[in-house]
């Protein structure tokens, strides 16, 4: 069972005026629920247990795109750091997938994956899946069985946060950052209609935000 730092339902968060948030978005937030700084130092601590589990072996990390690229930059920051000052290395490439499943706050049914017919290059591979978020799970799922029709060596999956949610299929990813409540979120590359990704906290999206960046 993967460790993780819990954010519980009631937690009351940081009021925005603590922390350097852009301007722009000042009336669109609720509050910061994890700081960039708290991402930072979970995200060293999960590439130390990669590494630990994975080192020896030639991973392809697999970034999931759009919203796992600040996830994945410095997830392989601290990998390379470790790589450089460690007994234990592992030799790293990268690739990338996009996957969508998401329209304005709502997640859909179908989901979308942009690059699948390239997968087929990591065939025999161990592969590292760097996600940003798992919800539901089932983006995940259909993700990990079309990789599976191309028998990679390995596949393991780390997501910074996990969704606790009713909709949940069950699915839990191998490493986890934080498991957080059922609110929509953004910051850290997590976006809601491309908005937000330029947010360097974590924060709860208000109601009024979801009706002014509708499309």
């Known amino acids: 069972m993967a460790s993780y730092l819990p954010i519980a339902d ?15 978005y000042e009336n669109d937030l609720e509050k910061v629920i994890i700081p960039h700084g708290l991402i930072m130092d979970r995200t060293e601590r999960l590439a130390r247990d990669i590494i630990q589990d994975m080192g020896g072996h030639h991973i392809v990390a697999l970034c999931v795109l759009k919203g796992g690229y600040k996830f994945f930059a410095d997830l392989l920051d601290y990998i390379t750091a470790l790589n450089q000052n460690s007994d234990k290395s592992v030799p790293l490439t990268v ?15 179908s989901v979308k994956v942009i690059g699948g017919d390239e997968l087929s290059s990591l065939s025999g591979k161990n592969v590292l899946i760097v996600e940003d978020i798992v919800e539901t799970g089932r983006t995940m799922q259909t993700l990990l069985s079309l990789l599976s029709e191309c028998n990679p060596k390995m596949v393991k999956v780390v997501s910074l946060l996990v969704k606790r949610t009713p909709r949940s299929s069950g699915y839990r990813p191998d490493y986890i950052g934080f498991e957080v409540p059922d609110a929509f979120l953004v910051g850290y590359a997590l976006d809601y209609n491309e908005y937000f990704r330029d947010l360097s906290h974590i924060c709860i999206l208000n109601d009024q935000a979801k009706e002014k960046y509708k499309v």
């Open 10 to 24: 009631d937690e009351k968060g940081y009021e925005l005026d603590l922390f350097c948030v852009p301007r722009h």
């Open 95 to 109: 690739d990338f997938i996009r996957v969508k499943s998401y329209c304005n706050d709502k997640s859909t049914n």
